[in-house]
């Protein structure tokens, strides 16, 4: 057979595409791929006319010396004793606004398609042909656009790479508000000295404070006279029973012992 495809794609998008397998895979029209498997490998319903075969089997996509691409498949019938076996050869061409590929080779079948008329099966053939180089086409446009918007994107400045703005708060402010915060530290100063006693609420925080981590004060208990009041215990009834069980015991015992003793002196 010899069939010949125009796709829109520059040659050398297209034979990047063919030397990728999971794209070859994915522009196999109704290929539905095996778990764990090659990636061109699985099952393909192949129509031809009125009927439809599947089949289950590999193919390979090597590169040849001169520039094209050999395609290798063996298959057999899913249900059924027929099976396929084909190989193909690809020659791309630059041709203006895209390639074309020349697709020439033979193909042996046994089973329910060789059944089939030739013609059906060679217009079937043609068609397989046709949609996976198209759909080989579009997976390469759709590359090509990621990787022109990538490049494309490869100017703008990171997010990580922008200056960061000077902080709004000035240095002069912050020294102005020190000087502040000193000023009030020694007017304070200044009242205790005054009197030579600190106020009741500095002294307590201050016999609180010396001796304890931070972390123990946010957490510690309150002391003194904000400190929780005990609950009060009481006692439950268990505790008496549990005394008054040995003293009724005692006094039946020593009823009886003393009722022995009086009916033995009668």
Known sequence: MEHQVFVPVPAGRLTAALADPVRVARAVPGLQQDAGAPPVAGRLKLRVGGHSVTYRGTARVLARE????????DATEARGT??????????LAATDGGT????????DATGRIAELPADAVASAAARLLNRFLEGLAERTEETGEAEETREAEGGHTSVFDTEIPPSSLDADSDDEEDAGDQGDAEASAGDFADTGVPPAEAAHARRT????????V???????RYAPVPAP???TANQALRWAAPA?????ASAIVV???LRKRR
């Open 66 to 73: 001169d520039g094209g691409y050999a395609v290798e498949g």
């Open 82 to 91: 027929g099976s396929v076996k084909l190989a193909l050869t690809l020659r």
């Open 100 to 107: 074309t590929v020349t697709v020439s080779g033979t193909a």
């Open 209 to 216: 404070m010396i001796g304890r981590s931070a972390e123990e």
């Open 218 to 224: 946010d957490h510690a208990p309150p002391r003194g």
């Open 233 to 235: 215990q009481t006692v």
């Open 248 to 252: 009724a015991a005692l006094a039946v």
């Open 259 to 261: 009722g022995r003793a």
